[in-house]
């Protein structure tokens, strides 16, 4: 058995309310399957030499454990020379879940599949580190103990009143 809970509930991200409906994600060709990942959820903005960490609130985190070395990671980076990531700041490294920006091009609009793409280009430093994930076909292929469920086709929702089509999925201990 298992059950389905809020992401912003779960991981202190605020991404919006989940319904949890799994019958909706069912129009997708596959899925991807992360891990989940705690931290502090943040936005790397690289524009050349220039390099920001923002939190949720777009507030400055880089006294953050880690950040200054996570920010001197994506100094040296070649490519690309304009980015903003996505992830998580956890024992001291950064955890890349998404791209947003690639050089002058917004992906936000672009299916996730494609963000992946843009994400295998990046060239990262030594506290980087790109999130796993694995592709699934059907949602009878899901097994984890606990993970996010993102549909290949979803796009970038930053807006936290929009339903988002990513669900958090947790197995139940047995005899549940």
């Known amino acids: 058995m298992s059950f389905i809970v809020n992401v912003g509930k779960f991981t202190g991200i605020p991404r919006g309310r ?26 790397i903005h690289k524009d050349g030499p220039i390099i920001r960490i923002l939190d949720w609130k ?13 920010a001197m990671d994506f100094w040296e980076m070649a490519t690309p020379r304009q980015a903003v990531f996505d992830g998580v700041i956890s024992n001291g490294r950064f955890k890349c879940m998404d791209v947003l920006l690639y050089e002058d091009e917004d992906l936000t609009d672009k299916p996730l599949a494609d963000r992946k793409e843009y994400l295998g280009k990046c060239e990262f430093g030594n506290s980087i580190d790109v999130v796993p994930h694995r592709i699934i076909n059907t949602l009878s292929e899901l097994k984890c103990e606990a993970c996010i469920v993102k549909p290949a086709n979803s796009t970038y929702t930053p807006d936290s009143n929009q339903v988002i089509d990513w669900v958090v999925w947790k197995s139940a201990p047995e005899g549940d």
């Open 18 to 43: 989940n319904t949890g409906d799994f019958a909706a994600m069912e129009a997708a060709d596959a899925y991807f399957i992360e891990p989940l990942v705690s931290g502090l959820r943040v936005h």
């Open 58 to 70: 777009y507030r400055d985190s880089n006294k953050v454990s880690g950040a200054r070395e996570i």
